[in-house]
């Protein structure tokens, strides 16, 4: 550059302009940035602070949210620790004062819970299985197949749904009282001149075995609903080309769809094993005898604790609430376990309209 | 040129007819053996059921002392019990199509907002998904039956005039269900100076009244929305960001058109839930009747002018949204 030429001025500019270079350079260089400069530059401005504005505001509303869910659980726990005394105390609002384990001792003596525990396992256990097979099963079909009155079948899913248990909950009762299909059974034993009215199938694990088997326990309509929404997602290409190597429908099923429908089937799974788990109405209807101790049997005070002290209300509820806890407990930690899949599962459904 | 092309086109579609035909029936076979659980299911055990429940509601039931049972045919009597005789029937009812007024819009709206704020990537977002999907797992009335029970005592306890109910009362009470998190009067000083119509503050009121309650019907409506919004493509966004929409038109544009149908759908879902579920006060109502002297014929009778209203509400609410709803044409 020929420097003679110029005058002073444009020389100190362009001495200015070099120096500007190098700094660059030399910022660019280190591969990590001194901290301030880049504090300054990419937090300190008007941009980054409405976002973290906003992420704040979220924040605070979504933990106040989590918290409304959790308060009642929380406070029933630090319930369940409380001595009877610690009801009385006007300073006690949730860590006990003189913690104690003798709600939980008194309700595991008393109340039959491990008992109580085995029976609603095997229960819900076997429903989950059955109903988690048997719907997917039905949304395959609903979902993949063209066959004559498949519209009108599938209203009637939605409709199993719709009707409240209300409605047939004494024909349920009555049917499972004095089981028999479409009256065959009488009229055999009428042809023979017997008198038969039916099997009694109350107080075993049968109505339910059958309701699953029959996708016709609580809520498998949605269920099958879900299933055939995200059946209907899944790609008519896979399935041809598993028949183009020479597999049939049912191989296809078994060998392609299953396996990649596994995250839904744990969806599946862990909605009817929890809704079985607490059920109430199921367990009422069809448990009538005494026999047969099921979890929302529990929930009562047990025997040999003594509740008789001034705040006896509020001791006889915390009572009850650690029976509920202890009703839950197996079900969340079943819950933290598979809540990743669940959460996939129910998003990949891809539920649409 | 095009000859030959309509030639080769009109062989194909031959081949296929006559090759396609029996393929489709072979499917439409396994098609009948995939879903035939729930076909014996419905026709062997649900629609015989609906009958019977349909014949029972006619009926008065007597048991009989070997084990069977018979029927006395009472005509109309069951339901004009229902809707004329009994005094609490009718104001039940009311009650609970009130109540699911109240709530649809506000747990839709929410499920909505929750479900947006959710799908915003964010640090700790996986932590409030499992703690906003707790409550469909864990509380299906074992909770509520519970609460009920603690109400009871408390009742009791009030009536014997013992000193327990008013200590409970003073220290909190173990069975606060998050009712008293807010206070009423802090809502009604802000929308006292804002000059609302007192309809819109009760309603804000109740709202807040029963943000617990709220909150925890709408995890399975807001996992519905969750997997709306996933399924847009964000290629969508991305052009909206590049013809500088902000993000508040972004959801009213893009979003909220494209969530339609799932908002029909929660709409639905929301209708069914609360009419079907175990707390509703109707369901108890009935449980009630069920129990007492004479009553499962009645409540029976009663089930069905409620199943009858349930699906009068649904149609009334498919009617109203179906004509806002926006279908997204899927290509074929």
């Known amino acids: 550059m020929d420097l003679s030429s110029m005058t002073k001025k444009e020389i100190r500019a362009l001495e200015k302009q070099q120096k500007k270079e190098a700094a660059i350079r030399r910022i660019k260089s280190q591969d990590k940035l001194p901290f301030w400069t880049l504090f300054r530059y990419k937090y300190l401005t008007p941009y980054y602070a409405g976002k973290l504005g906003i992420a704040i505001f979220r924040f605070v509303l979504l933990f106040g949210l989590s918290f409304v869910i959790l308060y009642p659980y929380i406070s029933k726990i630090f319930f369940s620790f409380m001595g009877r005394e610690d009801f009385v105390d006007v300073r006690v609002l949730l860590i006990a004062k003189y913690p104690t384990l003798d709600t939980y001792k008194a309700i595991l003596n008393d109340n039959q ?241 | 040129m095009t000859k030959t092309k309509n030639i080769t086109n009109s062989v194909d579609t031959a081949k296929r007819s006559s090759k396609g035909k029996s393929l489709a029936r072979t499917k439409a076979r396994s098609g009948w053996v995939f879903i035939s659980p729930f076909l014996i299911g419905f026709f062997l055990i649900y629609l015989p059921m609906i009958v019977e429940s349909l014949q029972f509601s006619f009926h008065k039931i007597k048991i009989m002392g070997g084990g069977g049972y018979q029927l006395i045919p009472v005509g109309w009597e069951n339901y004009e019990y229902a809707l004329f005789k009994d005094t609490q029937f009718v104001k039940t009812l009311a009650g609970s199509i009130g109540q699911l007024i109240f709530n649809v819009p506000a747990i839709v709206v929410f499920s909505l907002f929750v479900a947006v704020l959710l799908n915003q990537k964010m640090r700790g977002r996986a932590i409030f998904r499992a703690v906003f999907f707790i409550p469909v797992i864990v509380s299906t009335g074992i909770i509520e039956w519970i609460d009920l029970q603690d109400k009871m005592a408390e009742n009791a306890g009030e009536m014997n005039g013992g000193a327990g109910a008013g200590i409970s009362a003073s220290t909190g009470g173990a069975e606060e269900t998050g009712n008293g998190l807010i206070s009423m009067m802090d809502v009604r000083n802000l929308f006292g100076n804002m000059a609302v119509g007192t309809e819109l503050v009760d309603y804000v009121v109740d709202i807040v009244n029963e943000v617990y309650n709220i909150v925890n019907k709408s995890g399975v409506q807001m996992l519905i929305f969750l997997s709306g919004l996933q399924s847009i493509s964000p290629a969508i966004y991305e052009s909206c960001q590049m013809d500088g929409a902000t993000g508040w038109e972004t959801f009213w544009k893009i979003t909220f058109p494209m969530i339609s149908p799932m908002i029909l759908v929660n709409a639905v879902y929301t209708v069914i839930d609360s009419f079907t579920s175990q707390d509703n006060q109707m369901m108890s109502f009935i449980k009630t009747i069920y129990e007492g002297p004479d009553g499962t014929v009645r409540a029976t009778a009663m089930a069905w002018i409620y199943f009858l209203v349930v699906i009068l509400v649904l149609l009334v609410v498919a009617a109203i949204m179906g004509g806002y709803v926006f279908y997204q044409r899927r290509d074929t």
């Open chain 1, 113 to 353: 819970y491990f008992q109580a525990l085995m029976n609603s396992s095997v229960l819900s256990l076997m429903c989950a299985v059955i109903q988690t097979a048997t719907c997917t099963l039905v949304g395959y079909g609903f979902a993949k197949f063209n066959f004559r009155f498949k519209k009108i079948l599938f209203v009637l899913v939605i409709f199993t749904m719709i009707v409240p248990h209300d409605t047939i909950q004494l024909s349920l009762f009555m049917k499972f009282r004095y089981f028999d299909i479409w009256g065959l059974g009488g009229t055999i034993a009428n042809l023979f001149g017997g008198e038969w009215t039916g099997l009694n199938l109350l107080n075993s694990n049968w109505p339910l075995a059958i309701l699953s088997f029959t996708c016709l326990a609580f809520k498998n309509g949605l269920f099958i609903y879900i299933m055939r929404q995200y059946f209907n997602g899944v790609p008519d290409e896979l399935e041809e080309a598993a028949y183009v190597d020479g597999a049939g429908v049912y191989k296809t099923f078994m060998k392609v769809i299953i396996p990649m429908s596994a995250t839904m089937m744990v969806t599946i799974f862990m909605f009817s094993f929890a809704w079985q788990w607490s059920d109430m109405f199921y367990t009422d209807l069809f448990y009538t005898g005494q026999s047969d101790i099921l979890l929302p049997d529990i929930v009562k005070v047990p025997s040999s604790l003594d509740t008789d002290y001034a705040a006896q209300t509020a001791y006889e509820s915390a009572a009850r609430n650690t029976c509920g806890l202890l009703i839950l407990a197996p079900l969340v930690i079943l819950y933290l376990f598979t809540q990743r899949t669940l959460i996939e599962g129910v998003e990949r459904s891809g539920i649409t309209g």
